[in-house]
Structures are given as C-alpha cells and as structure tokens.
C-alpha cells in the first residue's frame, strides 16, 4: 500500500492538472493536445479526464462527435455515462441517425440503458422526422420499465409531435400523471408545430401556469399557420399580462411583421427590443433586416446590416440582406453584396443563390443567371428544385420561353408546380399560348385540389377568346369543390393594420372607404380620357 502511494499522489496531480487545462479548452486542436499528454501519461482510462474529454468532444459547439466515438471505442470499460455522452452528442448533430447505432453498439456490449439514454434518442428520431424509429425506442422504453419516467415522457410527446403524430403525443401527455411546465409547453408547442392553433389556444388558456415558453409556442404556432394579426395580438396580451418577452418570441413577431408588412409596428417591436434590453444578437438582427426588407425599408435593413463587424456576421445574415434587395428589384445592389460576402470569407449556401437567382429575374439579367446557377455546382452543392423554378423563371420573364421549357426537359427533376408555374406566368407574359395550355394542364394533374390551376388555365383560354374551355375550368373547380380563394391586401395606419378584400363591406369605415375609392376611380378616368383625347388629336394633327 505505501509502496503504491508515491504513484498515486503522482496520479492524482497529473489528473488535477489535466481536469484543469481540459475545463480551459476551447478548440479541439487544444482538446487533442490534451488527450495526447493523457495518453502518454497513462491516464487516459480515468474517469474524470475520461469524461471530460468526451464531454467536449461530443457536447460542445467547437467539438467534433466523431472523435467522441473513437475515444469511446478506446476505452477498456465505458461506462454509461460515457455512452449516454457520444450517443447525446449524435443526437445533436447533423447525423443523428448515429445516436441510434452507437446505442445498438451499447447494447451488444452487455451495458443496460439508463433513463438519460432514451430522451437522446427520442430527440435522434425526432429530428430524423421517423416516426417508425420512434416508436420502436418507445417499444424499448416500455420492455425497461421506464415508460413512467416524466423526463422520457416529455421527451417522446416532442417525438411524436414532431413527426406529426399529434394524436399520440396527446395520448401521452395524458399519460402523465405529474404533469411540470415541460409536459404542458412540450404538448403547446407539439400543436404549434402541427399547426393546429385552435387546440394550442385551449391548452394554453387551461395551463395552471405559463412562461415565456408557453406564450412564445403560441405565437409561433399563430406565425406558422399564416395567421399574423392573432399572433400580434397574443404579444400585446403577453406585454400586459405575462412574462417579459424573449430572443424566441421577438424573432416570431418580427416574422409576423414582416409578412404582414406592418413596418410601423416592427419599428415599435424594434424599439421595445432596445427598451427592454434585449441582447441585439445576431439571430434577432437577421430577423430585424428581414422585417425591414420585406416592408420595403431598404435603408433600414441596410443599416441594421450595416451596423454588424463583418467578422460577427455568417450566411444567414447576408442571405437576409441580398435577398432584400432582390425582392425589390435591387439587382446590382444584390450582385455587388454578394461578391463583398465572399471577399469578406463568408462561404455561400443554397439559400444564396436562390436569393440571387430571383435577383436575376426580377433584373433580367440572364447571363449573370446561368453564372450563378452554374456556381452551384462548382461550390460542391447540388441544385434543387428551387433553384431550377428559379432559373425557369429568369428564362420564362426575359421571354425564352422554349428555352426554359427544354430546360425543364432536360433536369435530373421531376417538374415541380413551382417551376411549372413559373413556365406557365412566362407563356402567358410573352404569348405562347400553345404551351401555356400543356403546361396548365399538367398544373392541374399536379395539384388538383389548387385553385390557381384551374383559373390560370381558364385564364390562358381568355386571353385567346376559347370561352367554353375557359368556362369547363370554372366547371371542374365547382365539380371537385375546389373553391377560389379571395385576394386580399394588408395596410398598416398609425401602428394598426387592416385587411380588405374584394367587395368587402364588414370594416367600419367601409362605407367612407368606398367613397373615397369611388372618387379616385372617377379621377382615373378623368385622367385617362384626358391622355385618350390628347392621343386622338396628335393622330389627326399627324395624317
């Protein structure tokens, strides 16, 4: 025993040392460096260094999940605590099917899971979308005698939630007999993802208690179902009557903003932002470029951008910028920012080029298109149908129409309505009427159930006077139950917005509305038989 102490003193200040360097690390360059000198000095095996090095490894954001599981392998006797770690780390990841294989793996190797294991894959299969993997790690859980644990069940409520079994994750939050604010925001949150809004309210109005989890699930689930003014209006009740919002909530209502246009209110939600001292981090100023952007606040957006060290920006944020300015038909702006994100090292991605793709359309510019569309594939990435509809549409508006249908022809794709749709705006634009009828039809094939298929082929039909056919399009519509959907606009006055549809007559103000749209049609045509009259007489005065 005294023989050994001298090595164990030795030991034990070598593994003190090491911890300490390790709870330093930052890179795994440095991680390396340490697990090296762990090697060498014959403490690798230890449980501290041990857990410490896979914890970083496998955890941490500078981290690398692949090393983990090579550490692991390394080990003469993992524990479960180290399994559990790299099977997280997966789980995690951009492969989280890993998780699943390095859990078969414990399994072989004789080691019984614990009730860490099962949220971790739980959470694998979740952001797999697998709802059959999911149930067979449900089908585990149940054979272990885990099925009551309340962590597993939160757990498997956001599985099956996210896999759009929204029936079962309900099954299981009412499973749960001790139900925390996890079980009620995961089930909230659950319906919000699913976009089922109606039965999100009413759990969120039953809630013994709720957080800024809880009112932000709801928001979103209000964004995510396209339904904006409501979602504005669940923030207004949370700044009276609930908790102080956070980085989660204002990226949702600024989402609403921007879809509803309403740059007065993102204006305010801007300067709440800055009143309450919210942390201006990089994920709420994208959405802040976003909202201005697309409420046609160019400056703003810049400004915004503007006020960022390019050394703290990454794709997203310039993707936002470049793509504001092409939606607003600032094509050479667009082009310019983008060769200023790769002089400055940010790497483009798929999103780029979409953004630049619709620049190039909305600006004409063909040329520059196919250089884009051919950069793609030079960038190591592969095309998407986005892309292809993107690049049909750049052809389709500057009136290469053929080209863009033998374009089509010609893709690794199947045709999408997207790019169909594109194709069919074009032969319209320009008067192919021919292919605009084959291309409708195919539409229709596609999406049935889509009522703008059957009116732009009806509409095709128009332009050519064929009024039975564009009649017999009406007629399908009515024959499937396929009913038009209004148009409707949006305006923002004094921080409110309001909507309005053809004919419609249920805003209060209706009736002055009218007046005043009477008058200024009166104007217009005041205004167009006066420019008719000066036509008529320069003709005469010319022959």
Not at 97 to 113: A, K
Not at 125 to 149: K, M, N, P, Q, Y
Not at 168 to 175: C, E, I, L, P, T
Not at 332 to 347: A, C, D, K, P
Request: proline share 3%; with cysteine; net charge neutral.
């Amino acid at each position: 025993m005294l023989k050994n102490a001298p090595l164990l003193s030795r030991n034990s200040v070598l593994n003190q040392t090491l911890f300490s360097l390790l709870e330093r690390c930052k890179t795994m360059s440095e991680l390396k460096q340490i697990h090296a000198l762990a090697i060498t000095s014959c403490v690798s095996q230890d449980d501290p260094v041990v857990s410490s090095i896979l914890t970083f490894s496998a955890l941490s954001d500078s981290g690398n999940a692949d090393y983990a599981y090579r550490v692991l392998l390394y080990l003469s006797n993992p524990s479960i605590f180290s399994w559990n770690t790299v099977i997280r780390g997966y789980s995690n990841s951009k492969n989280p099917n890993r998780s699943i294989s390095v859990f078969v793996e414990m399994l072989r190797f004789g080691l019984s899971p614990d009730y860490l294991t099962y949220p971790f894959l739980a959470k694998a299969s979740a952001r797999l979308l697998r709802r059959e993997l999911g149930v067979s790690v449900h089908g585990h859980i149940v054979r272990t005698g885990f099925e009551c644990d309340r962590f597993i069940q939160n757990s498997l409520i956001h599985m099956y939630a996210s896999c759009r079994d929204i029936l079962y994750a309900r099954k299981v939050f009412d499973g749960i007999t001790n139900k925390n604010s996890v079980s009620w925001n995961s089930m909230l949150d659950g319906y919000a993802k699913c976009c089922n809004v109606s039965m999100a309210r009413k759990l969120f109005e039953v809630m013994p208690e709720r957080d800024v989890v809880s009112w932000s699930s709801l928001i979103d689930g209000y964004v995510k179902s396209g339904e904006h003014r409501e979602a504005l209006a669940i923030f207004e009740r949370m700044c009276t009557s609930g908790p102080r919002a956070n980085e989660v909530t204002m990226v949702s209502v600024m989402c609403a903003c921007a879809h509803l246009g309403a740059l007065d209110k993102g204006k305010m939600m801007h300067g709440y932002m800055i009143d309450c001292g919210l942390p201006l981090n990089l994920v709420l100023r994208t959405s802040l470029i976003d909202m201005y952007a697309k409420c046609g606040a160019i400056e703003e957006a810049m400004a915004v951008f503007r006020g960022i060290p390019v050394r703290s920006t990454d794709v997203l944020l310039w993707n936002s910028m470049i793509g504001g300015f092409a939606m607003h038909g600032f094509v050479r702006e667009s082009l310019g920012l983008f060769t200023e994100m790769q002089i400055s090292g940010i790497r483009p991605d798929e999103i780029t080029y979409l953004c630049l793709l619709s620049a190039c359309a909305h600006g004409g510019l063909v040329k520059e298109a196919w250089n884009v569309f051919e950069c793609i594939e030079k960038q190591g990435m592969t095309a998407q149908s986005e892309h292809y509809a993107c690049m049909v549409d750049v052809l389709a508006r500057a009136g290469q129409v053929a080209e863009a249908y033998q374009f089509l022809c010609q893709k690794p794709l199947e045709p999408t309505a997207s790019m169909l749709g594109a194709l069919l705006n074009g032969c319209m634009n320009h008067g192919k009427l021919d292919l605009a009828e084959i291309i409708g039809r195919k539409l229709i094939e596609l999406e049935p159930n889509h009522d703008g298929r059957y009116v732009g082929l009806a509409n095709a039909y128009a332009v050519v006077r064929r009024w039975d056919e564009a009649r017999t399009m009406r007629e399908a519509m009515e024959r499937r139950g396929v009913k038009k959907t209004p148009g409707f606009s949006f305006l923002e006055m004094s921080g409110a917005v309001h909507r309005f549809i053809a004919h419609d007559k249920l805003h209060p103000y209706s009736e002055k509305i009218y007046i005043m749209l009477n008058f200024l049609v009166g104007q217009m045509k005041l205004d167009a038989d006066s420019e008719n009259q000066e036509y008529f007489l320069y003709e005469i005065g010319g022959v």
